[in-house]
């Protein structure tokens, strides 16, 4: 396997010229956005949920452990380029958690009300407020190959959460420089400033032949 990307930042990356991509992923908002993401630079795009491929264990201790890991077994089921995300939510007074627990804070099945309360009252009063999203995307070619992209936006934790337009953590996260948490801000609008978005950006840039 070559991790170009994760291993020699200077390597020369591999331009994706194939037609079809596999988006290694079960959640249903993510998909959204990844098919809204790529939808003009890849003809094909199938997903995880669309080949009834299974969800295979979250054993990283880091983002881009669970990305690669992710990508790497739906590329083995299907034989196809796939390319998988692991994001989630880091808050500076918890040492970084929720992190790579995010999806499973509260537990199963995944309640994401009750994981925003459980950070809640984790941070109880503290003074540092100061949170991040992260975002490792990994794309992982049949022959093993794969690159890897990261993109980041800080912000604060607000409460109670606020709006109803995202998903996960989202209600509760106001990004840097806007006074809106995640879950008030549009979709559209959302996709030109996320941690995904900025992920997103530095894989084109990189994969993709202008």
Not at 41 to 52: E, F, G, L, Q, Y
Not at 138 to 148: F, I, K, N, S, Y
Not at 185 to 202: L, N, P, V, Y
Request: net charge negative.
């Amino acid at each position: 396997m070559h991790l170009a990307r994760s291993t020699d930042p200077k390597a020369p990356t591999r331009k994706f010229t194939e037609d079809t991509l596999l988006l290694a992923s079960h959640n249903k908002g993510k998909l959204v956005e990844l098919r809204d993401l790529l939808g003009d630079k890849i003809p094909n795009i199938t997903s995880a949920v669309d080949m009834n491929l299974p969800e295979p264990e979250e054993t990283g201790t880091t983002f881009v452990d669970n990305a690669v890991l992710k990508a790497l077994a739906c590329m083995r089921e299907s034989g196809l380029p796939s390319l998988a995300d692991d994001s989630g939510l880091s808050v500076t007074t918890l040492d970084g958690a929720p992190g790579v627990y995010s999806a499973r804070w509260a537990g199963e099945p995944r309640d994401f009300n009750l994981a925003m309360q459980k950070v809640h009252d984790a941070m109880e009063d503290a003074e540092d407020r100061s949170a991040s999203f992260v975002c490792v995307l990994a794309l992982a070619w049949p022959d093993g190959h794969v690159e890897t992209f990261e993109g980041r936006i800080d912000g604060n934790i607000c409460w109670p959460p606020r709006g109803d337009k995202g998903f996960g953590y989202d209600p509760i996260f106001v990004p840097l420089g806007d006074a809106r948490s995640f879950g008030e801000i549009d979709f559209a609008e959302k996709q030109g400033m996320s941690h995904r978005a900025k992920a997103f950006k530095a894989m084109i840039d990189a994969l993709f032949p202008a």
